[in-house]
């Protein structure tokens, strides 16, 4: 009876979570219209759903929960990374994670969207507390995006290549690879940096054009194959290589999430109506998101299935050498990031001093 007491009780304090929750969010400050929010935060063509800023932490973390412009970037990204964090763990009831070094690149891409995601999920979620925090975090974002771009280039080199492309490129392609993620981390930081003195363009471009070389190369054996393959994917006869298909799809949202990254559309046809739904970066969301699930599985359908193709194409110690790769490539991406942050810190503080005076 103790124990069915001690259940009862604990059972009521959890129904009684939700009431709190609701009685803590209609107690947080109202979110902030355009003319209200700090000229810093304020974004093209939205006019309304600000968080204010200069709060406690607890307020933006509760935030999640509270209907403002970021909501839907927070979400999509959250759940993204769960439903990747949930395939992990079904693949890992088939794939032997640990034993086989073959599998590791596979492993290193699941590990970096869950990466990437989570830590746009943070950025959307926190970075409205300070100028400071908007940098901080969003450079988070870039480390994760530098990662995915290395997981993306390891899986196609290691099971998408064919083997002509594999000669071509053997000994330079996960080398060059990594270089250019840690290009794109520092073009997207100090591009970002950049922002806070010069013109918004500084900013896209130092975020497109090294991201964009980084796609290419990263995805050069997957546009290789497509080509040599393509009397197959036209008739729509898969049954030779089913992950053909997913490797299209990938391709497909990708282009398509650029586009939405780099056009405010549609906000900037209905300025002030896409304020809480409907922007174009949310639809970048959705898209990326859509393309690291039709890349998980094409890696996990070649890692299946063209298992005589990769063996003999990559040496014994390879795949442990992609993945100290991967290791100096997160060290890398992140002391580019803590660089171009102490240069921001420098110039908020500037900044600061000079309004005072």
Same mark, same amino acid.
């Given at each position: 009876m103790k124990k069915i007491g001690r259940l009862f009780f604990n059972l009521q304090k959890m129904m009684q979570i939700p009431q709190m929750l609701s009685e803590t969010i209609s107690s947080?400050?109202?979110?902030?219209?355009?003319?209200?929010?700090? *000229?810093?935060?304020?974004?093209?063509?939205?006019?309304?759903?600000?968080?204010?800023?200069? !709060?406690?932490?607890?307020?933006? $973390?509760?935030?999640? $929960? !509270?209907?403002?412009?970021?909501?839907?970037?927070?979400?999509?990204?959250?759940?993204?990374?769960?439903?990747?964090?949930?395939?992990? =763990? !079904?693949?890992?009831?088939?794939?032997?994670?640990?034993?086989?070094?073959?599998?590791?690149?596979?492993?290193?891409?699941?590990?970096?969207?869950?990466?990437?995601?989570?830590?746009?999920?943070?950025?959307?979620?926190?970075?409205?507390? /300070?100028?400071?925090?908007?940098?901080? $975090?969003?450079?988070?974002?870039?480390?994760?995006?530098?990662?995915? !771009?290395?997981? /993306?280039?390891?899986?196609?080199?290691?099971?998408?290549?064919?083997?002509?492309?594999?000669?071509?490129?053997?000994? *330079? $392609?996960?080398?060059?690879?990594?270089?250019? *993620?840690?290009?794109? *981390?520092?073009?997207?930081?100090?591009?970002?940096?950049?922002?806070?003195?010069?013109?918004?363009?500084?900013?896209? =471009?130092?975020?497109? =054009?090294?991201?964009?070389?980084?796609?290419?190369?990263?995805?050069?054996?997957?546009?290789?194959?497509?080509?040599?393959?393509?009397?197959?994917?036209?008739?729509?006869?898969?049954?030779s290589s089913p992950a053909l298909l997913f490797h299209f799809g990938q391709v497909a949202f990708f282009l398509s999430s650029a586009f939405f990254f780099t056009h405010p559309i549609p906000q900037s046809w209905f300025p002030g109506h896409c304020d809480f739904l409907g922007q174009g970066h949310q639809v970048f969301h959705v898209l990326i998101f859509l393309c690291t699930v039709c890349q998980i599985q094409a890696s996990y359908l070649d890692y299946l299935n063209r298992r005589d193709v990769y063996v003999t194409l990559h040496t014994n110690g390879e795949a442990s050498f992609f993945v100290l790769l991967f290791i100096l490539t997160l060290v890398m991406s992140t002391l580019i990031a803590f660089y171009i942050l102490a240069k921001v810190k420098r110039a908020v503080s500037n900044t600061e001093k000079q309004r005072k005076e």
């Open positions: 947080m400050p109202k979110t902030l219209s355009d003319k209200e929010a700090p *000229c810093f935060f304020r974004k093209h063509y939205i006019h309304s759903g600000y968080r204010a800023v200069h !709060q406690k932490w607890r307020y933006y $973390f509760l935030s999640l $929960f !509270q209907w403002h412009n970021e909501s839907i970037n927070v979400w999509t990204h959250l759940l993204g990374a769960l439903v990747v964090l949930l395939r992990a =763990v !079904q693949l890992a009831e088939t794939v032997d994670f640990i034993n086989d070094a073959h599998s590791w690149p596979l492993l290193i891409l699941l590990l970096t969207s869950m990466a990437y995601m989570g830590f746009s999920t943070v950025a959307h979620l926190l970075a409205a507390k /300070s100028v400071f925090h908007h940098y901080a $975090f969003f450079f988070l974002d870039y480390v994760g995006v530098a990662l995915y !771009q290395y997981g /993306s280039a390891v899986v196609h080199y290691y099971y998408a290549i064919e083997e002509s492309w594999h000669e071509s490129v053997r000994g *330079c $392609f996960m080398p060059i690879a990594s270089f250019l *993620c840690c290009l794109s *981390c520092f073009g997207c930081c100090y591009g970002t940096y950049c922002n806070y003195t010069h013109h918004p363009w500084v900013r896209k =471009v130092g975020q497109i =054009v090294p991201s964009a070389l980084a796609y290419e190369w990263d995805t050069s054996p997957v546009f290789h194959r497509l080509v040599i393959w393509y009397p197959f994917w036209v008739t729509g006869d898969f049954r």
